[in-house]
């Protein structure tokens, strides 16, 4: 059976991954949440075994993240820099609509020819903006100066769609989904959205676009 500690350690693991989707993993607050632990975690109850275990394995985890994490986070601040949280990307057709939907958007300058210089937040948030454009047919030049991505799809059993400027770099199967399987996609950034458009047609899910 599950203990008290299991069970804080799942909660805290499901926003962990929520956590990662837009934030770098070290900064993730693991000593507030191993003092939360000790606070709200009974010392009595069944599964003593169990309990001691979790207890310790979980203190010693969360310990040694939190110190190796704020010393990544004292050299990215100090002698490496601060990581930039943001990306520009050069947008074809992007609308004066395109940012009043999106307030993640915010406009860098117009280089003619209908392209524009964007400013969006990186991580998810990128895919989530990419998928926004893609859908109301804009189309994308350049992404931080590269000319080809990763993205990743979750795509049914079968052949994807021909993709134009698109190589397939792996296909894995997914446990939790025996449904779908993954599939890694080497993208050229002025298919991009093409490609994004096409998967979603053929009933694929876009996963993530590994921005740079």
Known sequence: GKTAEDEFAARDMQAYAAFLRQTPWYEYPFASRLVAFWRVTPLRGAHVARKLERRALLS?????????????????????????????????????????????????????????????????????????????????????????????????????????????LFAVPLQSRPDRRRVGLDVSVPRLAATIRTLEKADVSIEHVYDY
């Open 60 to 168: 010693l985890e969360y310990s040694v993240k939190a110190i190796y994490g704020a010393l990544i986070g004292y050299a990215s601040a100090t002698a490496l820099g601060i990581a930039d949280r943001a990306l520009q990307t050069v947008v074809v057709g992007l609308e004066p609509t395109d940012v009043a939907r999106d307030p993640r958007i915010t406009v860098v300058r117009d280089l003619g020819d209908g392209r524009t210089l964007i400013r969006t937040p990186r991580y998810r948030a990128y895919t989530e903006v990419l998928l926004g454009l893609a859908r109301r047919g804009r189309d994308v030049a350049e992404i931080a100066g590269n000319h080809r991505i990763l993205v990743t799809v979750l795509a049914p059993a079968g052949s994807l769609p021909p993709l134009p400027g698109a190589t397939t």
